[in-house]
């Protein structure tokens, strides 16, 4: 048994090797890599990924994985898990003959290269032959995992294991039943600020400065976390010794890059904080997007968006930005970033309507995955939606159906994470308030003790508890979208007055 | 036939496509990887070494490569070189045993991790136990390939097919003769020109338009190129489809960024006009160090220390520099930039010391092979050597023998090509100015028909020629070092009016 496990091990080891080049291939094209060498990448994905697919499927792997859950209670509790984990990626992968893995992958870094370009020209035809490969690819795996489910629901069952329509369909019904009379109150209400100083010129250097402040104040260790600069923020990570958040800066926008560091700073804060024991396992990254999201979006939104944060992070703004900055007080500053308006893009939105975003974007790919929307149809579906639930008219694709990676990696599935994540934050919110001062903390910029009870309840776990089992741990109670709900009403009847 | 060649491309496009992987994750730990992820780093390397070294001594390519030589008149010219080349990788490796094979691997990443350390906090003891061992390997794998020559002529030949100490000891003596007399009346000269307005004050976002501006004039396809920023400039590719050069920028010496981006450039360009027929070919990148050096070295100093490219540049350096620049004169400039004076830094060297800082490293790492000089002394050994060549006191090993990472990266030999470049450049330009007027070209800032007579004669054989037969396919002669010579006597003597 325990020379089962050193192979075990060892095998794990080596896919950790091909996931760890695979990543960085992957942030390096994301970041710096010249546009003309995608071929060339193409190439050494195709390869590599084949590498992969052998190694998850190996019957060496099978053998061991076999032996161990045989065994399960004899062994520690991290090689167990680990066997569970790979059990159910060895059968997942396997049922996907491999030209089509192989093939899937080389597909997906087409329709990435395209979309960028599709994006840019406002090109929505140049894309959509790439969607509909991946559209039609995701759709054939889902069925091969399990030709019994409705194919949108497997895809849900991977982001968050469990979660179905019927959950999200009620959840989202709550949210469009309590919500939307506080979306048309504010809108009747209009500006209860000027906030035209947020788009004051703030000088890149500057605000990369700022940036530099953020990530101290969230205590980031900056020996393990970069900030790299793209056009659409994402963090990654290879081993929580390597985690790279990265943003974009306008000079007219600060507040927009300053969210996204914050925002990617709480996923990182997340994967830095994963236990000793499983670094380098496959155990040791986040438990799913979801309970990712509801870091990334607590700090962004409940702690970055509230008062006390603002107050004190101001002189530092201040002591970076622009003129226009001097004479704001932190009142002002808390109302301008909280100021809410139905708009085009999801990641430039308030709280208060993101997760109409988000409701929009999960009825379309039910439905693309479903089969009863075609691919040619979905911006003219996106537009009329976009009327439908917030009011606005579409100019164009680049600002609608455009605006986001998320398809043109294949993720379809994975937008309601971010809904089900901003919920989960406030949940979470009642019971760490209980625990500590969390206002009086955040108002002196001490952010150490709020990490520390994360790290305690979530952090450290890695994927060694699932997700529904991690809600439980912090918030001592399952999921339940009233806290949400509520912290949103009271939110916003505060800032509008209403 | 036809089936084994496939088979053997196959293989080829196996090992190319770990190539990648390995030399991204190379660039991005020296780029942009945080630097607590070294460990992790190190790991990921152990096992893709390991799968390079199966794929390298694997018995598979061995038959085919055995096949193909067998039948070498009956199949196309690429594939016999490719096989050549394969199969002297494979008797190469196939010396050293695995274990020692990944174990270098790891001792290599561990060396550069402590010389970074060690060189800023100029630490010569921190880095001495890490170079001893990669000393050793490096003598015991020269044994290992060829148990019968010195060890340093073995990894000489490496660096550039057939070349010895015999050689390099004559072409250093001629240099030493030649060029040390030189040295002397130019330091007895003293300085011809006030050239203060090379430490002015040059923001770095404005040196970046100018690195832009430089690659350009080039002609460099930013497509296929990019500038990273780093703190020792070095070019790396992956394809011709991706060059990567890097950059350092200081706010006071401009012009060591300038150079920089010219020297990377010249590499650059070198890669980037690899013929297509060998593009994701083992084939497919620079035949030699030396050569490459030639390329990088003559855009450098031949062309980019010119008065003719001086001229040209100087309005756009104005355009975006420090109001210092502005009474500048061309032939100021020139005196400026030509600037002769024993130092002690290689990279900040002027053409004419140069060859000495190499001579310097060439004698002390011959002697750390040979085994007739140990690690620990080596930097009294060291700055005895900048004493006597140079005249000038080393004052501390950061500015000494920590200077460079060469060595920290296990490449013994490899300083030679510097010299041997730059000698190469020389008798190349004779030739180029027979066949189009070069510096009425430069004047104007037309470069790409240098550039294409470099393609012609160099750039587009890739390592389908050998050094040796580059050097007459581009000169008509084989190599000759009394054209340096006379090129550095020719440019000293003008500069400075001796």
Partial sequence: ?????????????????????????????????????????????????????????????????????????????????????LNEEMQRTEKIPM???????????????????????????????????LV????????????????????????????????????FALLRKELLPVVEAVVKKGPVVDDSFLRARFSLPKQRKLSDRLMEVMTIDRNHCTIGEVEHPFTTNFSKDDVRITTHYHEKAFASSMYSVIHEGGHALYELHIGDDIKYSPLGGGASMSIHESQSRFFENIIGRSEPFLAYILPDIRRFGPRALKDVSAHDFYLA?????????????????????????????????????QVKDLPEAWNRLYKEYLGVDVPNDTMGVLQDSHWSGGSFGYFPSYALGSAYGAQMLKVMERDIPVWELVAKGEL???????????????????????????????FDPHYYVDYLKNKYTEVYGL
Avoid at 143 to 151: E, L, V
Avoid at 456 to 466: A, D, H, P, S
């Fill in 99 to 133: 030209e089509e893995y192989v093939a899937y992958q080389v597909a997906q870094n087409d329709a990435s290269n395209a979309w960028h370009t599709a994006k840019v020209t406002n090109d929505f035809a140049l894309f959509a032959p790439h969607l509909e490969k």
């Fill in 136 to 171: 039609n690819y995701t759709r054939k795996f889902a069925g091969y995992w399990d030709p019994d489910k409705a194919p949108y629901d497997v895809l849900l069952d991977q982001y968050e294991k469990g979660l179905t329509m019927e959950t999200l369909d009620g959840f």
């Fill in 448 to 478: 150490k003790p709020i990490v520390n009870w994360l790290t305690e309840r979530i952090y450290q776990y890695g994927c060694l508890l699932k997700p529904n089992e991690l809600i439980v741990k912090a918030c001592e109670a399952p």
């Fill in 337 to 373: 970033v909280n100021k809410s308006e139905p708009s085009l893009i999801r990641t430039e939105a308030d709280e208060l309507t993101y997760s109409f975003h988000i409701m929009i974007r999960y009825e379309l790919e039910k439905q693309l995955i479903a089969g009863t929307l």
């Fill in 1 to 85: 048994m325990e020379e089962t496990i050193r192979k075990f091990k060892e095998h794990l080891n080596k896919m950790q090797a091909y996931g760890h080049a695979f990543g960085i291939l992957n942030y390096d094209a994301e970041t710096v890599m010249p546009k003309g060498a995608s071929e060339h990448l193409g190439m050494t994905y195709a390869v590599l990924s084949e590498e992969m697919y052998k190694l998850t499927v190996s019957p060496e792997l099978k053998g061991y994985v076999k032996e161990i859950l045989e065994h399960r209670d004899e062994v520690d509790y991290i090689t167990r898990r680990e066997a569970e984990e």
